[in-house]
């Protein structure tokens, strides 16, 4: 059954072949784990206060496009697209503020949802390692760094058209 539900796309799939789900399915069902996993900051100020606090604790940065215009936000996007990519985190940017709210489920039009870092999975905290588990990353995950690496080093980050529903 769930298999028929799945239906594979070429435009945004993660290679040359397509994938069992499109790229903004992906990025829904990572947001969604990562946000009952408490692994989320959300807005652009407190992603760039976390950010210069613990630079190797954020695994995606995923951001909306900044309306026409807003010239401020969007030096602020790219500096912090620039900060990410010097410091390996991907950046993912979608087509809808809206829909990232919708996502999370937050009707809160005050709230700033440009841009979201998805933490990497808690480790153990008893652990002397300071390496980060990579075998923790659930296939999504995965399969989201997959789409980055494929996309890493162009000048325009392609914009994802997140799912309607």
């Not at 613990?54 to 697209?81: I, K, R, W, Y």
């Not at 809160?108 to 923790?136: A, G, M």
Request: glycine letters at 4%; one cysteine or more.
């Amino acid at each position: 059954m769930y298999n028929e539900s799945v239906v594979p796309v070429k435009v945004e799939s993660f290679s040359g072949m397509a994938a069992k789900s499109p790229i903004g399915q992906c990025i829904k069902t990572v947001l969604r784990r990562a946000c009952v996993e408490k692994r989320l900051t959300i807005g652009l100020l407190p992603a760039i206060q976390y950010l210069s606090n613990n630079c190797n604790g954020a695994l995606f940065c995923v951001t909306t496009e900044a309306s026409p215009g807003d010239s401020a936000t969007h030096m602020q996007e790219v500096l912090l697209q620039a900060f990410c990519v010097e410091n390996d985190i991907y950046c993912i940017k979608v087509d809808s503020e809206s829909k990232l709210k919708k996502i999370l489920g937050c009707c809160k039009t005050s709230v700033d949802f440009s841009c979201i870092l998805v933490h990497y999975p808690y480790t153990d905290p008893f652990s002397d390692s300071q390496e980060i588990d990579l075998t923790s990353l659930t296939d999504m995950e995965k399969d989201l760094i997959d789409y980055c690496e494929n996309n890493w080093g162009h000048s325009q980050i392609p914009v994802v058209k997140l799912p309607e529903k």
